[in-house]
């Protein structure tokens, strides 16, 4: 049983940068694709990137493509995402989760697709 674990989240200004971590244990990342998500208070969770497992295959939610970059490092069994200009409006906690199954550029950003989640780690950004 995959068990993954965050970290790298904390306070950070408007504008400023943060790089998250997901580490893995009881399995290997390489046969799964991976994606990170992210829920504010009283709000939904809501897609943030997914990551194919080779990492030839990325996709991006529109409020965050162009500030944020995943990526993937089979080796090591981590999975990051650099978080760049962050905005207020980025502040929440943040998960990464696993999925089997095949690649699809739209189905990777719905959460009932996932298979496993790590417990958050929280990105609070000041103004």
């Known amino acids: 049983q995959v068990q993954l674990v965050e970290s790298g989240g904390g306070l950070v200004q408007a504008g400023g940068s943060l790089r998250l971590s997901c580490a893995a244990s009881?399995?290997?990342?390489?046969?799964?694709?991976m994606g990170w998500f992210r829920q504010a208070p009283g709000n939904e969770r809501e897609f943030v990137a997914a990551i194919s497992r080779g990492g030839s295959f990325i996709v991006y939610a529109d409020s965050v493509k162009g500030r944020f970059t995943i990526s993937r490092d089979n080796g090591k069994n981590t999975m990051s995402l650099q978080m760049d200009s962050l905005k207020p409006e980025d502040t929440a906690v943040y998960y990464c989760a696993f999925r089997s199954g095949l690649w699809d550029r739209n189905r990777q950003k719905e959460k009932s697709m996932y298979d496993g989640w790590g417990q958050g780690t929280q990105v609070t950004v000041s103004s």
């Open positions: 009881g399995g290997t990342l390489s046969s799964l694709i």
